[in-house]
């Protein structure tokens, strides 16, 4: 979870002068506050400001998370913008460095971002505010309370006076910053930025090709990097044909990188060149003796098998009971039983992960495209033999992520290779790197049984879920919490206790078994939900037709059913009444139940709590007798609180979602013998734009709850409601991912 900046009455504003008239206005939070919030031994901060305002009143507001195409760099300082009072138009966005003592916890992930500094950079904004009314007040000599703002102006009404924010800029320096707490913010309907839709600072530069990217970067004496890792993920290199590499056209060095150097990094042979072409000619003439490793045993096939094997004896783990299941699946008027899986996928970003590190005089300089920033100083540090002091990390804006750049390998790895040889290098992964050498959405297998009453309704539930475990050993048995302990599952291969239709099913069950892996698995967009929600969602459409119930009807009446207090295993509070919200709006709009569509054509209909989220999502299709399936419109509802800020962003936001979980739909990864055999596009075809859908139409239910993130929880319920749309139209269930395994394509 991205920690947050907390402002409260033990924090601090400080202010500084800026030569030619203006003032900086950086947050300040003591050494124990820093480190209550999890930071380590955080020094005093210099003066660095989230806003400066110079004698023209031009307002520079600093972006401090990281930036992947979610927004977030105009998104945060919109929202110091808004309290400040100043014109749009009057600001310029600077994109922060990592420095956590002076901007608070620097990451993207997790839809986090939002939650996490709605309030904090508002009362940035704020503060800023009234430093320059304090400084006009005592300027004009009349009461600070007798004051207000225009955008950019300063207004005494009484006197008939007003000036520009740049005319006491300079004042506002001298000014004492107030206690964050005690500052009133704006009333939501005097909103004059928040809630507008505002372009992406970047979209100019992005468009025309200029440098903004980490694989823009250049420094006067750069090589070029390439890194060989062994074909099986883990395996270690043992020797190489280092001299005849080196003697290579404008190769400068070449050599094995023995073990890991943490973060995530490998084992692995590198090959440093005045160009990249240089680089990746020699790469290919490589012949390195690899140690394997114990991933040489993985494969798909084998998980497959093994699962289902798993599937038949008695579970590792039972991580949620309510009720007696087994009884009431006895009792139940009908039975519904089946077994679904989805296969591990690779997130696929447009840029591939890229580094450019300099090291000089015992100290790293680093421009990296990171999620995680603060999380790879130390281990840059430790590898390289240095303080963290002396690592410096710059936040260069990312092509894409969906996850990816949560894991810093690829930037310990060049931080190595730039103390190595000596000079500023530029590591860049190919498309088959970052295919074949990933880090991973875990696959998965539910088993799963459930019964419906005579009346229709779900009375019990039983999953045995067969995952994926790091430590390689079955989990010891459950907590009195419900959690399991003993070994740490993979990546995001996990099923909460309180995921959903979990506590809304009297006799309910979760069983779990794991398997070891080898393969290296994380966060996915979407961690988890991602895969979960197809299965879910798709089960629940099985039970609605078993039933005979309207596939909407029949989730409402489940969210309709008093769920059983949250105890067991914990998890984030479902709100079932924004769920409903959510649903019925996503049929009002769609027609549902209301349409007549031609033979060939369907909708299909799920919805899927995530990231503070609640989404519900209505896919219209059509098939051909090829199998062939041409999405026609999506339909997407969601409550993410009452405050959409930027909805410029936000509806591309979820367009993004939609497109990305279609995508998911045809995608696999296939491990054979601990090596990927996928490469490259040809062979992982993401969703081309002639086979995105023709429309999108996004509505949002405001709900009395602060705003939550958007970066993923649209995406989950998409795979499920395309295919429960499928199911309608062809009657072909599928129970398992990619379609393609099905004979289904995209039209």
Not at 87 to 97: P, S
Not at 122 to 129: D, H, N
Not at 331 to 347: G, N, R, S, W
Request: charged share 20%; aromatic share 8%; with cysteine.
């Amino acid at each position: 979870m991205s920690p947050s900046l907390t402002l409260d009455r033990r924090s601090f504003l400080r202010v500084t002068a800026l030569a030619g008239g203006g003032f900086m206005l950086a947050s300040y939070l003591e050494p124990l506050d820093l480190l209550a919030q999890g930071r380590g031994n955080t020094p005093p901060l210099d003066s660095n400001a989230f806003v400066s305002i110079d004698a023209n009143g031009i307002a520079t507001i600093v972006a401090k998370n990281p930036e992947i195409g979610q927004g977030v760099k105009v998104m945060l300082p919109m929202l110091i913008a808004e309290e400040l009072d100043v014109d749009w138009k009057d600001v310029r966005i600077q994109q922060g460095d990592l420095n956590p003592a002076r901007y608070g916890g620097q990451s993207a992930g997790g839809s986090f971002a939002t939650p996490s500094n709605w309030e904090p950079m508002r009362r940035i904004g704020g503060a800023a505010r009234q430093m320059l009314i304090t400084a006009a007040s005592q300027e004009w000599g009349v009461p600070a309370a007798e004051i207000t703002t225009t955008p950019g102006r300063l207004v005494h009404a009484g006197s008939n006076r007003s000036a520009g924010y740049g005319q006491f800029a300079a004042a506002a320096a001298r000014v004492a910053a107030p206690d964050p707490a005690t500052l009133t913010l704006k009333d939501p309907k005097n909103y004059r930025i928040i809630g507008k839709p505002v372009p992406g600072v970047d979209n100019h530069k992005i468009v025309t090709g200029q440098p903004l990217f980490g694989s823009d970067m250049k420094l006067p004496g750069m090589l070029y990097a390439v890194y060989q890792r062994c074909p099986v993920i883990g395996g270690k290199a043992v020797s190489a044909n280092l001299d005849a590499i080196k003697a290579l056209p404008g190769v400068r060095h070449v050599f094995i990188v023995p073990e890991s150097m943490g973060g995530g990094s490998m084992s692995g042979v590198a090959v440093v060149a005045d160009s990249w072409w240089y680089a990746e000619t020699a790469r290919k003439q490589l012949q390195v003796t690899w140690d394997n490793g114990p991933a040489a045993a993985d494969s798909s096939a084998a998980f497959t098998a093994k699962a289902a094997a798993l599937a038949k004896e008695a579970p590792h783990n039972t991580t949620r009971k309510d009720g007696d299941p087994e009884a009431a699946l006895g009792t139940a008027a009908k039975i519904v039983e089946a077994a679904y899986d989805y296969p591990f996928l690779a997130h696929a970003p447009m840029e591939p992960p890229n580094a450019t590190a300099s090291f000089r005089d015992g100290k790293l300089e680093m421009w990296a495209g990171t999620q995680q920033p603060g999380g790879v100083v130390n281990t840059i540090a430790t590898a390289l033999g240095i303080t963290p002091a002396d690592v410096t990390i710059h936040l260069p804006r990312m092509g894409g992520s969906f996850g990816r750049r949560l894991y810093n390998d690829y930037v310990v790895e060049t931080a190595v290779i730039a103390k190595t040889v000596g000079a500023p290098v530029q590591l860049r992964w190919s498309r088959e790197d970052e295919t074949r050498q990933e880090v991973f959405r875990p696959a998965g297998y539910h088993f799963l049984k459930a019964g419906v009453d005579r009346t229709g309704k779900l009375v019990a539930w039983r999953n045995h879920f067969v995952s994926f475990s790091v430590a390689g050993a079955p989990p010891a048995p459950a907590t009195p919490g419900g959690q399991p302990s003993g070994p740490r599952p993979a990546g995001s291969s996990t099923l909460g206790a309180a995921e959903f239709p979990a506590r809304f099913v009297p006799d309910f069950a979760t069983h779990v078994s794991m398997m070891p892996l080898g393969v290296t698995t994380g966060a996915h967009r979407a961690p988890g939900a991602c895969a979960i929600s197809f299965v879910m969602q798709s089960f629940l459409d099985e039970l609605a037709h078993a039933a005979g119930k309207d596939a909407v009807q029949f989730r409402l009446d489940l969210l309709a059913t008093t769920p059983i207090p949250l105890q067991q295993g914990g998890g984030a509070a479902f709100n079932a009444e924004r769920m409903t919200g959510v649903l019925k709006l996503v049929a009002e709009k769609s027609g549902w139940g209301k349409r007549t569509l031609p033979k060939g054509s369907a909708m299909g209909v799920a919805f899927h709590f995530s990231h503070q989220g609640y989404f519900a999502e209505v896919a219209e299709i059509a098939v051909d007798a090829s199998k062939r399936i041409k999405v026609n419109k999506v339909w997407v509802a969601g409550d993410i609180g009452r405050q959409i800020i930027n909805p410029l962003n936000a509806e591309s936001q979820v367009h993004s979602s939609v497109i990305d979980g279609l995508s998911q739909l045809m995608l696999e990864i296939t491990v054979e013998g601990g090596k990927v055999k996928q490469g490259n596009f040809d062979e992982y075809p993401v969703m081309r734009m002639r086979q995105a859908p023709a429309e999108i139409e996004v509505h949002f239910l405001t709900s009395d709850n602060n705003p939550t993130g958007l970066g993923e929880p649209a995406l989950p319920p998409i795979l499920p409601a395309l295919t429960n749309a499928l199911f309608t139209a062809t009657g072909v269930r599928v129970r398992s991912l990619p379609l393609t395994k099905h004979g289904f394509s995209w039209r």
